[in-house]
């Protein structure tokens, strides 16, 4: 054999791969899935938060309207959207001129207002008014999205707040 040594035989070859390359397919890897997990989150928390922005700009066109036009404005949330309605002639209809807002797909949303001893099962029981004067009824919208919790509330003189709750 000419200058061939035993390590470098083709009998003798390692087979497999080393310890160090492993390990460093292993933090290649923990590296991708941090960087996977840290572009997911902020997304669900971007999305939660500018659907409670667009919620918060909504009520406020609503209480400004209903300050301007000096009629009562209700908003209606449901589990798939906010909606806002008028008082005109002893009755609510739809306020066109301020369109419903449709919560995002994947987006669990849960609200609070107080609670009225003089509760009728009408649609003004399920939601917040806006009152000529410019108050209108505190309360509280929580959307919840893949661990990530944050909430609106506001009181009578409509000064709004965003809440993190879980992340």
């Known amino acids: 054999m000419l200058g061939l040594t035993a390590s470098t035989s083709?009998?003798?070859?390692?087979?497999?791969?080393?310890l160090i390359e492993v390990m460093i397919v292993v933090v290649i890897i923990g590296i991708?899935?941090?960087?996977?997990?840290?572009?997911?989150?902020?997304k669900a928390t971007s999305q939660i938060r500018q659907t409670l922005l667009s919620a918060k700009d909504l009520m406020v066109?609503?209480?400004?309207?209903?300050?301007?036009?000096?009629?009562?404005?209700?908003?209606?949330?449901?589990?798939?959207?906010?909606?806002?309605?008028?008082?005109?002639?002893?009755k609510w209809q739809a306020a066109e001129h301020l369109g419903p807002i449709t919560w995002?797909?994947?987006?669990?949303?849960?609200?609070?207002r107080?609670?009225?001893?003089?509760?009728?099962g009408s649609l003004v029981d399920t939601g917040w008014r806006c009152w000529p004067g410019g108050e209108m009824t505190p309360g509280?919208?929580?959307?919840?999205?893949?661990?990530?919790?944050?909430?609106?509330?506001w009181n009578e003189i409509r000064e709004f707040d965003i809440d993190s709750l879980h992340e």
Request: with cysteine.
């Open 10 to 18: 083709p009998s003798c070859r390692q087979k497999g791969f080393t």
């Open 32 to 42: 991708l899935m941090s960087a996977m997990v840290l572009t997911i989150k902020p």
């Open 61 to 90: 066109s609503a209480c400004d309207r209903a300050a301007f036009e000096q009629r009562v404005y209700l908003i209606v949330p449901s589990p798939t959207q906010l909606q806002i309605y008028k008082h005109v002639n002893q």
């Open 104 to 112: 995002p797909e994947g987006l669990k949303v849960d609200w609070q």
């Open 114 to 120: 107080p609670e009225t001893p003089e509760s009728t």
């Open 140 to 153: 509280s919208l929580r959307i919840r999205q893949d661990g990530t919790e944050q909430r609106l509330k």
